[in-house]
């Protein structure tokens, strides 16, 4: 996480947020960023963990092997682990846990996605945003849509520039009416207006 030995929790915090933001699957989508995103979020845990049950305990004890499961004990061995083991037989498990981490890390991210948001739709202004963005999109909309039909009156003219043109803003229309579609799934998203009121 790059900090110097013996950080507290304030600076692991602060370079963990600012470390996240670079790395996070929604903002960064470079080849590689999602698996420092994972370490990041692995040290993370360690460090909070850590700091939590002070330095003379073990970072990671000795799980009972009567009580815990082979699932368990996988999860132990390979959670923190990146890269696949070397050895081909300890492959499938370490597998297994990798989706674990990733279907774990997205119920946790979805959490916060959920309290965010949900904390979002009690703010003053949470009306307006939304009726200004559903504005935007009408107009977006309608612009798209008159570019797109308007060449046909175009096309009833012998004059080949226009019929010319009418062949260019059809397409041109109709990706802008694409980009509003898009653009209504990212206010339903964003505003949350999928989920349930409190």
């Not at 790059?2 to 602060?14: F, S």
């Not at 963990?16 to 979020?41: C, I, K, M, S, T």
């Not at 040290?43 to 003379?56: P, S």
């Amino acid at each position: 996480m790059q900090l110097p030995y013996g950080a507290q929790m304030p600076q692991i915090r602060q370079a963990y947020r600012q470390l996240v933001l670079q790395y996070h699957p929604d903002r960064n989508r470079q080849p590689g960023a999602y698996e420092v995103f994972l370490q990041v979020q692995a040290a993370y845990e360690y460090l909070q963990k850590y700091h939590t049950v002070g330095v003379a305990a073990p970072a990671f004890p000795p799980a009972p092997q009567t009580a815990a499961t082979k699932a368990e004990r996988d999860w132990e061995k390979y959670r923190h682990l990146y890269e696949p083991p070397a050895d081909p037989r300890e492959f499938a498990a370490w597998a297994e846990v990798a989706r674990e981490r990733v279907r774990r890390q997205k119920e946790k991210d979805h959490a916060a996605y959920v309290q965010r948001t949900l904390e979002m739709k009690k703010q003053w202004w949470y009306g307006i945003a939304l009726a200004s963005s559903y504005a935007l999109l009408l107009a977006g909309s309608l612009t798209g849509i008159v570019i797109a039909i308007i060449p046909f009156l175009f096309l009833l003219s012998d004059h080949p520039k226009r019929v010319f043109l009418a062949v260019i803003l059809v397409p041109v229309g109709w990706r802008i009416v694409n980009i509003m579609q898009n653009f209504r799934q990212d206010i339903r998203r964003h505003f949350g207006e999928d989920l349930p009121e409190e």
